[in-house]
Each structure stands twice: as C-alpha cells, then as structure tokens.
Nanobody, 126 residues
Framework: QVQLVESGGGLVQPGGSLRLSCAASGNIFSIYVMGWYRQAPGKQRELVAA???????NYQDSVKGRFTVSRDNANHTVYLQMNSLKPEDTAVYYC????????????????????WGQGTLVTVSS
C-alpha cells in the first residue's frame, strides 16, 4: 500500500510564509508526478503546483512567484514553500501522487494512480 502524509499547515498572518511537506510511504520504486491541490470552503479542489520526477513544474497562475514546489526523489517527498501568503490562500491543502510504482506485501510490482493525502489546513488571517 502507498500512503501520503502531509505536515506543515497552520495559522499565519497575511504576508507570512509556511512550508508544507508530504512524504510517501510504502515500498516505492518511483513516483512520476507529485503535487499539491487545495480546497477552500464552498469551492472545488484545484491544482496549486505539481512537479514531475524530472523536475518539470506547473503552477496555478495565482501562486506563481509566491509558491515553490520541490521534491526529494530519493525519499519520495514533495514540498511546497508558500511565501507572501494572502487570505485567499486559506484552504485545506492536499498532497497528490500519480504514477506510483511500488511493491505490495506479496512482492508483486504495481502502479498506483491518483493517491491522496489526508489534507492539512492552512489559514491566512490577521
């Protein structure tokens, strides 16, 4: 089984910074894309930023220049550095992994698509 565990959310004032982390656990060989989505109250879940195993990145326009996504392939971890936070960044942030190659308890190689973490709340407020 593959699991994603996020950390780093919390309350921050406008203009402040936070760093989110997401670690994938399991007998993982590789992960193609890791990324961050967010969902604000009453809104749909949306992509914030994503990064491939070869470090190609993609950002939502509203976070360009403020957020930076990075990853540690060896440890199957993805980070989201969030600077100049605004109240409209308030949301539950979810980690996502797509194209996860791993070995299950039976030793058989498998591929998981669209794995989600449990979410971490980011609140930007004075």
């Amino acid at each position: 089984q593959v699991q994603l565990v996020e950390s780093g959310g919390g309350l921050v004032q406008p203009g402040g910074s936070l760093r989110l982390s997401c670690a994938a656990s399991g007998n993982i060989f590789s992960i193609y894309v890791m990324g961050w989505y967010r969902q604000a109250p009453g809104k749909q879940r949306e992509l914030v930023a994503a990064i491939t195993s070869s470090s190609v990145t993609n950002y939502q326009d509203s976070v360009k220049g403020r957020f930076t996504v990075s990853r540690d392939n060896a440890n199957h971890t993805v980070y989201l550095q969030m600077n100049s936070l605004k109240p409209e960044d308030t949301a539950v942030y979810y980690c996502n992994a797509d194209g996860v190659n791993y070995s299950d308890y039976d030793g058989v190689s498998k591929r998981a698509l669209d794995v989600w973490g449990q979410g971490t709340l980011v609140t930007v407020s004075s």
